[in-house]
């Protein structure tokens, strides 16, 4: 694996001594983006952590669902952008911008995911995750019958709230120890 010069959080917290499997994950990264990502190790100080983190992150983010992988990036960067999660942003900013084929479609999520040209079912996708996000005691039976009205079925509901939810645990967590995104990602889908 590639060393970083650059400090990853505020903490410190050593590397654990991490098995073959976890090695070979890390390669993984760097063969298919060419970098391991900085949240990854910044839980690599407890390899149980890590693994959880990531086998929950995998199955949210790409494992089967009724959302499309953009549209889980979508949420990753409305949430984000609520909490302000710098780390966030700029990785799951570069994925959307990637995975639409549109910098400026990405940039629009990041910055003010309403004025972004979208579907009404995205919009009120992403509306109810926002939603959940700054105002989690408000959900109503109404919100969510308005995703049902926009063609989401209670699965799709279920993930919304799960992707939504898992980040905003991660942005508090990113927040927490000042976790800095890899340079990479700046230049990613530009």
């Known amino acids: 694996m590639a060393e970083t010069s650059q400090k990853v959080t505020a903490l410190d917290l050593p590397m654990a001594d991490l098995g073959p499997e ?18 990854l190790i910044a839980y690599a100080f407890d390899e149980k952590k890590l693994r959880l983190f990531s086998e929950f992150y995998n199955d949210l983010m790409l494992g089967p669902s009724g959302l499309s992988k953009l549209e889980r990036e979508m949420i990753a960067v409305a949430v984000s952008a609520v909490n302000h999660c710098h780390y966030c942003l700029v990785a799951h900013g570069a994925a959307v911008r990637q995975l639409s084929g549109d910098p400026v479609f990405g940039e629009e999520v990041s910055t003010n995911y309403r004025a972004a040209v979208m579907t009404e079912k995205q919009k009120a996708m992403l509306d109810f995750a926002v939603k959940l996000t700054e105002m989690p005691d408000k959900i109503e039976e109404a919100d969510r019958n308005f995703l049902r009205e926009n063609g989401f079925s209670d699965r799709d509901i279920f993930d919304i709230a799960s992707v939504a939810g898992f980040f905003n645990m991660s942005n508090r967590v990113a927040a927490a120890t000042d976790m800095r995104p890899n340079a990479d990602y700046h230049a990613l889908a530009r």
């Open 22 to 39: 976890t090695q070979a994950f890390f390669e993984k990264c760097v063969d298919k983006i060419g970098f391991v990502p900085n949240v």
